[in-house]
């Protein structure tokens, strides 16, 4: 008999709302979006974001009203539901998925419900940023007192399972629900359009165009790449930054005051239009240095497209997606090291274009289509 899930969430997020769709063919869900609002305003990117795929459509859903004096996910008193215990309970499931501990109202659900109903977690968290101290005692004591109010979690990849086993979760606690992204989406053929973008930022065909995507900010560690690139001091050879934030305008100063013409900037582009930006590139870097750069969704996307990927040793996805074939690893803060990554890699369009290749198959392993049959052949056993 099909099972009832009872999804908790924050808001609509446009790596989730693809999943809700796809559950909801397997089971009966319902979402409680706790956040009980659309943000608009995302701080990252320093602007109004409104997201140009569908977020709520094919699924059952609610938004629950949200007391907070403050709100938002951005803090853990930034979500009170004075009502979701009563509505979950309406809804009447078998199981319940929360994504996230760290808002209030989810915590409180998490103790409600544990040892009455089914509690599933789903959180991409790794030790990656850890550091030694009486901080980190304290906190693995909290963790191993939060992991205790749930059933099983389903996690993403090597560094997350790390994670769950250090705060106490057992082996038969733990189901491998990969991370994931439309790849469908990001590998059809955009050829044409990718062509027109790069004419349009007078590259030529035979250059090398690497990217960055994201958001402009310290833990994504943008000006380390600049730094890198303008080591290699070659003319076929160009970055793109796309996106928005904190960083940009230094960015662009340091850009403006060297005089690189072979740097280019673009604004924050719209999920229907990344996979032309991704397949335009001939490598995607991520150099971030943390902390919390727990997965690196970008780099799924960049090898759904079929490109070569570089990211920093911080980024959580690496240990699982990057190896010699599909691009590289580097050490995060290093320049030395990223520089001589970004040597290695761009010294042939051949080796990029084998990586990306190799990058396209490896991704194939993760994707909606095997964390949604993880979830749910779980649940419904």
Not at 33 to 40: A, I, K, N, S
Not at 138 to 160: E, P
Not at 312 to 326: E, W
Request: net charge positive.
């Amino acid at each position: 008999m099909t099972k009832k899930l009872a999804i908790i969430s924050t808001h609509p997020i446009q790596y989730y709302a693809p999943i809700f769709r796809l559950l909801d063919n397997k089971m009966d869900i319902q979402v409680f979006y706790t956040r009980g609002d659309v943000p608009q305003y995302d701080h990252g990117f320093k602007k109004n974001i409104s997201w140009d795929i569908p977020l709520t459509d094919g699924y059952t859903y609610e938004f629950l009203e949200n007391t907070a004096k403050d709100k938002g996910s951005h803090h853990f008193k930034g979500i009170i539901n004075p009502n979701a215990i009563t509505k979950i309970n309406d809804f009447k499931p078998d199981a319940i998925l929360i994504y996230g501990w760290a808002y209030q109202s989810h915590l409180k659900i998490m103790r409600h419900f544990k040892g009455k109903i089914l509690i599933y977690f789903r959180g991409d968290s790794t030790l990656i940023d850890q550091q030694p101290g009486f901080k980190n005692i304290l906190r693995s004591i909290f963790l191993k007192w939060v992991y205790q109010h749930i059933d099983t979690a389903f996690y993403v990849g090597t560094a997350n399972y790390a994670y769950f086993k250090k705060y106490g979760l057992k082996e038969k606690q733990l189901v491998f629900a990969p991370h994931a992204i439309d790849n469908t989406r990001f590998s059809t053929d955009r050829k044409d359009e990718a062509d027109q973008l790069r004419e349009k930022l007078n590259i030529d065909k035979e250059d090398i165009l690497i990217l960055f995507a994201g958001k402009l900010e310290p833990k994504k560690d943008p000006e380390l790449l600049l730094d890198a690139f303008i080591k290699l001091n070659s003319t076929n050879i160009h970055l793109l930054f796309v996106g928005n934030g904190v960083l940009e305008e230094q960015l662009k100063a340091k850009v403006k005051n060297d005089h690189l013409e072979n740097v280019l900037f673009m604004d924050f582009q719209n999920q229907t239009q990344m996979p032309v930006v991704y397949q335009a590139c001939d490598l995607f870097c991520l150099p971030s240095k943390g902390p919390g750069e727990t997965w690196g969704l970008a780099v799924n996307e960049a090898m759904a497209a079929g490109k070569a990927v570089l990211v920093s040793d911080k980024v959580g996805c690496a240990s699982d997606l990057v190896t010699n074939h599909t691009g590289a690893i580097f050490k995060s803060r290093d320049l030395a090291d990223l520089s001589q990554k970004l040597i290695a890699l761009t010294k042939d369009k051949t080796i990029l274009k084998i990586n990306g290749q190799n990058a396209f198959i490896t991704i194939q392993n993760w994707s909606f289509e095997q964390q949604i049959n993880a979830i749910s052949k779980y649940v419904n056993s």
